[in-house]
């Protein structure tokens, strides 16, 4: 099930969507998952979009013309971890739970593992992320360490996950 009308479109990433991207981050129920500030600027988002390289890769998944969620992949610029990509994705939160972020991370999996040819992916999630961790566990990502204490929120430390996927095992997309 997809968003309030059923209509979904996942599309590169643009400059311009700079704006939504910046607004679905600061958003209560997404900022502590991606441990945005609430006072980041448009700016920084915009500067983040520009910043990306040929082998990094962004979606927005648009819904009757709103942007209501983001993924993007960043391929690792040391010539001996080449051959992997860290991976994020975030909803609006008057969107979540209704499969935007199952299909944000299928498109960026698919990419990863039939366009640029990566053999890892992985990245971080908050320990008590529940539904993050099963929808990344359903296209193959596992657990591989505990961050402790690796960030704050709400002026409490918190736990991250180090999850990763390799092509080809886990999870059929």
Do not use: W
């Amino acid at each position: 099930m997809f968003g309030r009308s059923g209509i979904l479109e996942i599309r590169a990433v643009m400059p311009e969507d700079a704006e939504a991207i910046a607004a679905i981050r600061i958003q209560n129920g997404v900022r502590e998952g991606v441990l945005a500030l609430s006072s980041e600027r448009i700016n920084a988002t915009a500067e983040f979009l520009n910043s990306l390289a040929e082998r990094d890769r962004g979606f927005v998944a648009v819904e009757n013309g709103e942007v209501v969620g983001f993924s993007v992949m960043i391929a690792n610029r040391e010539p001996c971890r080449a051959h992997s990509a860290f991976i994020a994705v975030m909803v609006n939160a008057d969107f979540q739970q209704m499969g935007i972020g199952h299909k944000l991370l299928k498109h960026l999996v698919d990419r990863a593992d039939n366009e640029l040819m990566f053999h890892r992916l992985e990245l971080l999630v908050l320990t008590d992320n529940e539904r993050a961790i099963k929808l990344y566990k359903s296209l193959g990502f596992m657990v591989e360490a505990t961050r402790k204490h690796a960030a704050v929120v709400k002026g409490t430390f918190v736990n991250e996950y180090l999850m990763g996927r390799l092509r080809g095992e886990g999870a059929e997309i």
